[in-house]
């Protein structure tokens, strides 16, 4: 979608900004009581650009409500009606009770009955009027609702509330807060008298745009939201500020990519064709016509490897050797789920780097993986040689360091003076890697794996270690970060819409699946250690996760320090059992990491320090506890720890009688090691909420969009963001929309967006 040529930039929109009302507090509203103004506050909403995108939760349609006096028995039924009398009568038993009668309008009446809710009294005090959803039931010949749920839309002291709602056919239904006192009824009044003093709204969008996009008005927007005369103004409002929520966002994200590559200084990598056409596969890389010298690391690490890549991996550095080649830094995400293979891809990238002189840095969230990578590393990469003419063979080998908070102070220096003369080629590393007296001789690739555990900024410093290099004439490195908790595509846009994305979507062959159980009953968790006793003595190993650490109650959840001491003496007597937790010394988990690694230990009771990256393919049983207590991505991150070798794996998570949404979850596991199916069960449970709250910048501005409804909106924003910042990308001509961006971001961001 691209504007016209020769289309002039349209004059500054008429109406209240969206800046302005963010300085207008919600005391200057007539209608509203100091003491609400505080309680608003408590609820989170200090201006009046935070009550007017206070959105109604539904409309209720005058016009169509049932009324009392037509309902039937047997309906299920919303109804709106004002309470006339209410009773709690002393209870027999220990039961509390409350009745309503209630009645509407329509001069019908119903019975509302509430057992062991003894506060609905107070909430439903005479003369409320609320909406009761529920089926209608007889009980001595007498109509009621047992139970229903209720939405308060008028108080008892809403003294504007007469008049209103006798005026307004649909009403809208706020997402009122009994704890805070205020009721739907209230907000709206106040949302109104907003409305009413603003009138108009200044709009972002020019008439052509939103013709195209087939949007309305932002006036007509708010208003129709919140202030409709019929339901049919409902849906283009709600759709016109959908696409505002979701076009800002993208807009900051292609902002960000703009500015990132407006100043972006490139290192010059020579990754030559022929290791990408070595990483063909071994079968097609044309035998014979490639002489000695014009082999690559690269080239000779791929054909090294043990196994043949996957599809999956070859299309995938491909991609990233075509982004190292060009002239803007690579910005790429490599999803790939658990086992798919996500390090040799990661391995071949920082030989790219240091096949032309430069280096590469591998960072990750935890020691244990660091430890684990490096040992990883170094072992792929064998006995690989560098160019290096300051050696008197013209080549040395490929020099790999760890560098984690457990580097005593003199690896340290030496580590620091290694990779500030270059003579390091690639360093492994926690966040170690990020302290001000790293530097680098010129740092060309950084990858992160597991990448969720850091934050925007990690990212970004560890990019600014290659600036550093070279007295400060240093390039920006190529950046590669890889997660293995995939995301839908439309959560990934939103997230991570400031990067280009790969998916490694095929594991290496040979894997068999992991049967995965839940336990719901003792006798299936019998069957659990039944099966690690089993695979042990068959030569392999397990893995018991506990949610925490030491203490607690047992009933509440299983620690690991106990857990460790009941199945040693008690459940796994005669097995080699061992413990690892994050608050032990590094020492002491290192150490007990390499005997389970060598057998020495034969089961590994642990909390979920071993969540990420660990890859131990002989351990084929894992046995977590209280398994109600993890999420989806968690429990299938956890699971990825077996299964990663040939033999059948299983995965037991124990649960009795697990609350809420867990069920699902556990059955979600059960029936799938898809973590792109897991993903969109998760993102379905759990809403966006948890998903956005991965990014870190900016104030979460989603309150209407939902993506898995608002997918096609999603996509157009992203278009829009695209094609209005390839003609403008300060949004100098755009005033009111920079004005807005600046809004929903923090100043430092801000700056950087705009900074030309
Ligand atoms: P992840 O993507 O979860 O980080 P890893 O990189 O740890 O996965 O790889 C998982 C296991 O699969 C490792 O033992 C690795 O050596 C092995 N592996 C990686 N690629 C292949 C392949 N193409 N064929 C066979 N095995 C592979
Ligand atoms: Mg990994």
Redesign the pocket.
Known sequence: MTRPAGARPSPPAPGRTLRSLSELPVSVLETLSPKKAAALADWGVDSVLDLVTTYPRRHLDRTHRAELADLAVGDEAVVMAEVRRVNAPPSRNRRSRVVLEVSDESGGTLTIVFFNQSWRAKQLAKGTEALFFGKVTEYRGTPQMVMPAVDVIVGVDDESAAHRRRTLRVIPIYPASAKAGLTSWEIGTWVAEALDRAKTFADPLDDEWRERLDVVDRTTALWGIHLPDTMAEVAPARRRLVFDELFRLQLSLVLRRRSLERDARAVRHSVSPLDVTAVRGPADAGQGSTAETETSLVREFLLR?P????GA?RRALAVIFADLAGPLPMHRLLQ?????????VAVASLLASVQGGHQGALMVPTEVLAEQHFS?VSGLLGSLDVADPGHLEGRRPVRVNLLTNRTTARQRAKLHAGLSAGEIDIVVGTHALLTDDVTFASLGVVVI?EQHRFGVEQRAALREKGRSGHDGEGADPDLLV?T?TPIPRTAAMVVFGDLDMTT?DEL???RTPITTLWARAPLDELAAWEKVRAEVAAGRRAYVVCPLVEGSDRVVARSAVDEFERLSSEVLPGLALGLLHGQMPAANKEATMAAFRRGEIQVLVATTVIEV?V?V?EATVMVVENADRFGIAQLHQLR?RVG?GSDQSWCYLLAEAPAGDAPARLEALEATTDGFELAEVDLELRGEGTILGVRQKGRSDLRLARLRRDRALLDEARRVAESITEHDPLLADHAVLQDEIRLFLDDDEAAFLFKS
Request: charged fraction near 20%; glycine fraction near 22%.
């Open positions: 490897l196994f043949e890549l996957t991996q790939g789920d658990v086992g798919s293979g996500k390090t040799v990883v794996d890889m293995a490694l290496p062959p040979g990256g890859d393919p990825g990663r």
